[in-house]
């Protein structure tokens, strides 16, 4: 789980070490430093792709294209929370799952839900 910062929503999304070192790392090949990742996020398919830094003694993983098209049509904010996942379907061709979850006060206190955004039909 990682709570956006002001980067992640409007620049890249920088991918937590371990979740880049135990599941992504092993996906690059040689000296490639990108490789194009497909995820599911509420049964939509979509590919982000995953860059690390060339040199140096940190990689700074950071998802890039695609990311910011998915902040904005799903109105990510600072302070949300994500959760990446690794999830193989087969049948989706996916190889992860976002969640995002979104702060709501209700009756004073403070919850994180999962929000589905939902696009009413118009009117005739």
Avoid at 75 to 85: H, W
Avoid at 100 to 124: E, N, S, Y
Wanted: glycine share 4%; aromatic share 10%; with cysteine.
């Amino acid at each position: 789980m990682k709570k956006l910062t002001r980067t992640d929503v409007a620049c890249r999304l920088a991918v937590p070490t371990h979740f880049f070192r135990g599941l992504l790392l092993p996906r690059f090949n040689g000296t490639s430093h990108f490789v194009d990742l497909k995820f599911k996020y509420k049964n939509q398919k979509m590919e982000f792709r995953c860059t690390k830094r060339k040199t140096g003694e940190y990689d700074k993983p950071v998802l890039t294209k695609g990311w910011l098209h998915f902040v904005r049509r799903e109105r990510l904010k600072v302070g949300d929370k994500i959760t990446l996942l690794q999830e193989e379907d087969q049948d989706a061709r996916t190889q992860f799952t976002i969640k995002v979850q979104k702060k709501i006060r209700l009756l004073g206190k403070d919850i994180w839900t999962d929000i589905f955004l939902k696009t009413l039909p118009a009117r005739p």
